[in-house]
């Protein structure tokens, strides 16, 4: 089967992953399959989806119970660029305020379990995970090419890139549901 995807806006890793979703008719494998494979603190579900009167699924992953959004932020007149990322969470004291931070030197972990993982982090999580071989090479060549952007971008060997949002487990799950999936469905080249 071949398979064609027109992401003229992009998409976001649970969109696609959703969207391919659709198109399997066993979706309870697919979502056994992802909550089986042990990625650290993930869940991922189904639910159902209205947007502008058409119906869907929505994919959520949450991580220790906690679902990531992330939001443009704007940038004020003459502000750089920078890697600045905004994540709404919930505490169990009632907290729900945003949490703007940009990149440094500090432990990140204390939002969703994120750490700054390097390529070969990745690339071990992905590879002792239980998934076909040809899922684990599909998923490490979309880190690797994010690598390489990264490793261009920043002007750094592609060893010293550290992944913030895409490194994340909720991103390594998005990253392992599309291949999975794909896997699944039948596509081929």
């Known amino acids: 089967m071949k398979l064609y995807l027109e992401c003229n806006m992009g998409a976001a890793g649970d969109m696609l992953m959703a969207a391919l979703l659709e198109l399997l008719p ?3 494998k697919f979502l056994d399959r992802m909550n089986g494979l042990g990625i650290p603190g993930v869940r991922v579900e189904c639910l159902p989806a209205v947007k502008c009167g058409i ?6 992953v949450s991580v220790n119970g906690e679902e990531e959004t992330v939001q443009d932020v704007p940038m004020e007149a003459g502000e750089e660029i920078s890697a600045v990322e905004e994540h709404e969470h919930h ?3 009632g907290d729900h305020g945003h949490h703007p931070h940009a990149h440094s030197d500090h432990d990140h972990s204390h939002v969703y379990g994120h750490h700054h993982f390097s390529y070969e982090d990745v690339r071990g999580l992905i590879g002792a995970l239980d998934l076909p071989d040809q899922v684990k ?9 994010i690598g390489e952007a990264e490793s261009k971008v920043h002007g750094v060997p592609m060893d010293q890139i550290h992944f913030h949002e895409v490194g ?11 291949c999975l999936l794909i896997h699944m469905l039948g596509v081929r080249d």
């Open 55 to 60: 119906t869907g699924s929505h994919i959520k």
């Open 91 to 93: 505490h169990e004291d």
């Open 168 to 178: 994340s487990m909720d991103a390594v799950a998005d990253v392992v549901g599309c």
């Open 26 to 28: 066993d979706r309870q």
């Open 137 to 145: 090479s599909d998923a490490l060549a979309v880190y690797e090419r």
